[in-house]
Every structure is written in structure tokens, then in C-alpha cells.
């Protein structure tokens, strides 16, 4: 009975993870069509900012959902004034951009904090489930991204923002000939985006640490997922998560953590085969 | 209302339109009438903003609109129902129309009033726009696009792939405009026929230039 449970928690901790750190390159490709190949670097940064704050005495969750949002959200303004809005409309363009931005970063952050790994204590300690532990700020994780995920939809779904996101990423010319400054929207998002990546950053930094070069190895697992997801934001992430993250929690917990991450690419290389255009383009096609 | 001067537009180093000039008064229907290929959506496109002017002056209201960003022009009050109707498909009827009354700045309450204006709207207005037929897609798009409260309506082939019956109803909706709202209208179609049943007057376009 343990082991289903931690097995089942272990999944769920896989899937939200996975929709946490992708939820920020999500919301930028599902809208602009712009594939941010600074995310990995924006979810560091994130991290940077929560292991500092918290180093001197910021309590870690004001770091968190504050500082850190609030800092990269800067960040992605900048970028997006600086590069990304001289390119839009260019996919392979800003890939090759902010593929340039994230080396900067990466350089700045090596110069600044060295290139050894940094970390804060995992806080809220652990949970006992038989033979099994598995830490509370983990599950605390799950519960954030469900609330995330339920917000986002709540925003998506009821708000006018909402309204003019989703007639915007389904049209956008002629959404801009009904009135819809696109600059703003594309800006506005931009820098949603690059702040949901901080928040993630900062969130799984307990966890995972902190290094410069940290970025690659989220933004792979990011990329698969938003593109297995397809083109509805919340359902395609949901969806593709679920899937690539239960099966990287099963493997994890069945085989090695190594061995779930080619258990992940190789579900991802799977259904983009059978699915090209991701999930969403076959199944939830009328979800946001 | 709406004026352009010597305009000259095209795709990239393409040459389409060359010296247009023309002008439409206030609560004028006028026709733009041509085969495929003259040029009649590239002279929409380029007075909605979509395509640049390489050259020339377009005014509104008598003021320069050239080089204004396409949301601003349609903020200023250009409609645009763009050829193939260009409904968001996966939102409501109601949610297409609510969308264009935020994007123009307009109250969401517009929304049900152009519902109560096109009465075919009111028992499909929670369905997506993308699986409604042509002739329901065309009456959402020009409805959609009164909910910015426009001043300027203008309409590429309205009646393009829509069947006869409904042709009809889409001709008496604009009559309704254009006697109840005093809309103007500049329309771009192939048939003259329907261009005869609603406009004052009509130019006619050629590879690119207006010929009458």
C-alpha cells in the first residue's frame, strides 16, 4: 500500500515539476510563437535570486513569489525591448537570439557568483509513508502548481485578459485589426512568462540548487514538453506533462532517475511521431 | 470620411496597386469591383494597415493614417471584415464579439446589442466559431467588427462562398446599416450585381489601378 502511494506521489511530484519549470516557455510559445531558448537561463536566474535573498535573510517564500517573479519579469522586459521584438514573426531568428541572451547570462552569473553550485536548505522536512520518505516542500510544490494551473485557467477562461489572449494567439492580425495593440500583448507576455520562469527557478532551487550552466539541463525537458503539448497552453502543458512526467515518476522510482530521463525523451519522441503537432492539435482542441 | 492620394502598395519588391486615388463621404456605400487578382484585398490590406503604402497619403476623418500601426487605425474607427470572415474559431459567438469590443475600447454590453441587431446570432451565441456555416461566420464577422463601433466599415467579398439565401440576408443586414446606423462602407466584391443592390457609386479595378 506504501509503495502505490509513494509511487503515486512520486508521480505527481515528476508531473507537476514538469509543469512548473515549463510553464513560462509555455505561455511565450503558446502566444507568440516565440521559442525562448533563454528559459532555462530566466528559471536560473530564478534560482540565483531565491538562494541569495534567502542567504541574507529574506524569508525563502517572500523570495519566491516576489523578489524572484519581479526580477526576471525585469529581465524578459528588458530582452524582449532589446531583441525579441525586432524578430517577431522570425522563429528560427529568436531562437538564435535568445540562444545568444542565455550565454550572456550564463557569463554574467559565472563572473558574479563563480561556477560552483550553490543551495538553501530544503525547508518543511519530510514525510514518512511506511519504509518510504518523500519531503513536504516536494508536495508543497504540487500544491503551488495546482494552484497555478487552476489560476491560469481561471485567467484564461473568465478575465478580458483572458479574452484578448486567446482571440490573439487563435488570430493575431486580426485581432490587431479589431484593435489589439500586438506589441503590447507580445511585451506583456514576454515578460509573464519569463516571470513564471523565475518563480519556478526560485521554487525548485531547495531542491536542485543553483549553477550557472543549471538552465540547459530544464530547458531540453521544457522544450519537449511544450512541444509534445501542442498549441493550447494550459491543456497542451497539462497534457504533455502528465504524460512525459508519469512516465519519468514511474521509471524513477522502478528503475533510476537516469534511466526516467530517457524513459521521458523517448515517450516525447514517441508521440511526436504520432502526434507532430503536439497533443492538443489532435485532442482538447477547443482548451486554452 | 476616407481618402487616399496617389497610393502605391505591393509585396515585397511586387508592385500591386499603383497610383490609387479615391474618397468616400460620410455615410457613403462604396463599391471596389474586380476580377481575382486586381488587387482589390491588397487595396484593403493597405488601407487597414496589414501592408505598408510604398507611396501615397491615406487619410481618415482628414487625418494622415499612412503610417499609423494597424491597431491604431482601427481604434480610430477603420472596421475591417477581412476575405474568409477570419472568425477566432474556438471562442463563442458571443466571445468573437466580446473580444472586439474590448480590443476597440468599447463596453461589453455592445456585445448583446449587435446579438439583438442580427436576430440569426442570438440562439447560436454559445457556439464556436469555427463550426458555423459561411453565411453565419459572414454575419458574426461583420457583427463582430460593429462591436468596435466603427466609422468606417470596410467589407472584403462578403459573399464569397455563401449560398443565395443567405447572400440575401447579408444584403438587407447592410441595408439596415446603412439606413438605421448611417454607416459608411467601402465594399470589395466580385459580384456587381450585389454591389449595384447597395452602393451610391463603384470604382472598378484593374491590375492594379482604378479605371472608373
Not at chain 1, 80 to 99: F, K, N, P, Q
Not at chain 2, 21 to 27: D, K, M, R, T
Not at chain 2, 65 to 83: E, F, N, S
Not at chain 2, 127 to 135: E, H, K, T
Amino acid at each position: 500500500m506504501d509503495y502505490v502511494a509513494i509511487i503515486l506521489l512520486q508521480t505527481a511530484i515528476s508531473i507537476a515539476n514538469l509543469v512548473l519549470i515549463s510553464a513560462g516557455l509555455a505561455v511565450i510559445f503558446g502566444m507568440m510563437r516565440v521559442i525562448n531558448f533563454a528559459h532555462g537561463e530566466f528559471l536560473m536566474l530564478g534560482g540565483y535570486t531565491a538562494v541569495i535573498a534567502t542567504q541574507h535573510g529574506v524569508p525563502l517564500l517572500v523570495s519566491c513569489f516576489i523578489l524572484a517573479p519581479v526580477l526576471v519579469g525585469l529581465v524578459g522586459l528588458v530582452v524582449e525591448y532589446l531583441v525579441i521584438r525586432h524578430l517577431y514573426g522570425r522563429l528560427l531568428d529568436t531562437m538564435l537570439a535568445s540562444w545568444g541572451v542565455s550565454l550572456i547570462l550564463i557569463g554574467l552569473v559565472t563572473v558574479a557568483f563563480g561556477n560552483s553550485v550553490s543551495g538553501i536548505s530544503t525547508p518543511f522536512g519530510s514525510l514518512s509513508i511506511g519504509r518510504f520518505s518523500i519531503g513536504f516542500y516536494e508536495l508543497f510544490l504540487v500544491a503551488v502548481t495546482l494552484v497555478m494551473v487552476i489560476a491560469g485557467y481561471l485567467v484564461m477562461r473568465y478575465s478580458r485578459v483572458g479574452l484578448i489572449a486567446r482571440a490573439t494567439m487563435q488570430d493575431r492580425d486580426m485581432a490587431a485589426s479589431l484593435g489589439v495593440n500586438q506589441r503590447a500583448v507580445y511585451r506583456a507576455t514576454f515578460v509573464t512568462g519569463a516571470a513564471l520562469s523565475g518563480l519556478a527557478g526560485a521554487l525548485i532551487a531547495p531542491i536542485a540548487g543553483v549553477v550557472p550552466t543549471i538552465g540547459a539541463s530544464y530547458l531540453a525537458k521544457c522544450f519537449i514538453t511544450v512541444i509534445s503539448g501542442g498549441p493550447a497552453i494550459i491543456a497542451g502543458t497539462l497534457s504533455a506533462s502528465g504524460l512525459l512526467g508519469g512516465v519519468g515518476g514511474i521509471m524513477t522510482f522502478l528503475a533510476t532517475p537516469v534511466l526516467a530521463e530517457v524513459a521521458l525523451l523517448a515517450a516525447a519522441v514517441v508521440l511526436l511521431r504520432v502526434l507532430p503537432q503536439g497533443i492538443t492539435s489532435k485532442f482538447f482542441r477547443r482548451s486554452q | 470620411m476616407l481618402q487616399l492620394v496617389g497610393v502605391h502598395s505591393g509585396y515585397g519588391q511586387i508592385p500591386i496597386l499603383r497610383d490609387i486615388s479615391l474618397n468616400v463621404a460620410e455615410g457613403e456605400f462604396v463599391g471596389i469591383l474586380g476580377h481575382n487578382g486586381m488587387g482589390k484585398s491588397t487595396l484593403l490590406m493597405t488601407i487597414g494597415g496589414t501592408l505598408p503604402a510604398t507611396d501615397g497619403r491615406i487619410e481618415m476623418g482628414g487625418q494622415d493614417i499612412t503610417r499609423l500601426p494597424v491597431h491604431r487605425r482601427a481604434r480610430m474607427g477603420l472596421g475591417y471584415v477581412k476575405q474568409g470572415r477570419r472568425i477566432f474559431p474556438r471562442l463563442t459567438v458571443r466571445e468573437n464579439m466580446q473580444a472586439a469590443c474590448l480590443a476597440g475600447g468599447q463596453p461589453l454590453a455592445r456585445a448583446e446589442e449587435m446579438i439583438a441587431l442580427f436576430p440569426r446570432l442570438a440562439p447560436i451565441a454559445e457556439r464556436p466559431g469555427g463550426v458555423l456555416s459561411g453565411g453565419e461566420q459572414q454575419i458574426l464577422a461583420l457583427a463582430r467588427c460593429l462591436c468596435t463601433a466603427p466609422r468606417l466599415v470596410m467589407l472584403d467579398e462578403p459573399t464569397e462562398g455563401i449560398q443565395p439565401s443567405i447572400r440575401e440576408e447579408i444584403v438587407e443586414a447592410l441595408l439596415m446599416l446603412r439606413d438605421r446606423l448611417r454607416l459608411t462602407m467601402l465594399l470589395v466584391e466580385q459580384n456587381e450585381a450585389f454591389l449595384g443592390a447597395l452602393c451610391t457609386r463603384s470604382y472598378c479595378l484593374e491590375k492594379g489601378r482604378l479605371v472608373a
